[in-house]
């Protein structure tokens, strides 16, 4: 009696121990590094640093048939720096205010004073924020486009076509890097630029190759 409770995947029987030329089945060529990025689907957070297939990510100069294969930032851990510093400023007025700074001051001045220094530090930390979540880098089924995010008035675009790419290359350096594995890819293009450096990216190896596969198609 046939066995009715069988999935479909244990149903099908794998020939074993037959290489695939005896068995007549034709040899599966390896997949490239971007149809394996396929296969583990899309990125959906907006947040991330290494966007393999983003959702709902668009740019200005984006065709409308050309696809983002990868959208890449600087590792978050960049970032420690303007928080740090942003932290540090907040407890400035508190840490005047215990030194009696204030107290030196007419009345009124103090208030002044705190709400100045709490506007500046979060321009600076709103800032800081804005040029790590603006600064990205793209690379599509097409071309790579670098962004590069001034302020909010101020921005400049660069792109190159995949063929026009000549080589492609990686480094990582420093414990901090090699534990976070993120590092700098340097692109060498026969475009009008010439140079594109995509600086304290994640996974740099996978990103270089990703490029050198869709180097290899064109």
């Known amino acids: 009696m046939p066995d009715i409770f069988i999935s479909p995947e244990e149903a099908k029987i794998e020939p074993q121990n037959v290489p695939q030329e005896q068995s007549g089945i034709p040899a599966t060529p390896p997949k490239t590094e971007a149809q394996k990025s396929e296969v583990h689907g899309h990125s959906h957070s907006r947040w991330s640093a290494f966007s393999l297939y983003p959702d709902d990510i668009d740019f200005e100069t984006k065709a409308s048939k050309e696809q983002i294969i990868l959208m890449l930032r600087q590792h978050p851990v960049v970032n ?11 407890s400035g007025p508190t840490l005047l205010n215990l030194f009696g700074v204030f107290t030196l001051l007419p009345e009124g001045f103090s208030l002044v004073i705190t709400l100045s220094w709490y506007l500046v530090t979060s321009a600076y930390a709103i800032e800081g924020f804005l040029d790590w979540y603006f600064n990205v880098y ?10 590069d995010f001034y302020n909010l008035i101020n921005k400049r675009v660069s792109n190159a076509e995949i063929e026009k790419i000549e080589d492609v290359s990686y480094t990582t350096g420093g414990v901090i890097r090699t534990l976070l594995n993120y590092g700098d890819v340097f692109i060498q ?11 304290a990216v994640p996974n740099p190896e996978r990103a270089v190759k990703i490029l050198d596969d869709l180097r290899s198609k064109v």
């Open 80 to 90: 420690l720096r303007w928080i740090v510093t942003s932290i540090f400023l907040l």
């Open 138 to 147: 793209f690379i599509t089924d097409q071309r790579i486009v670098d962004v």
């Open 189 to 199: 293009t026969a475009a009008e630029v010439s140079e594109f450096d995509f600086y």
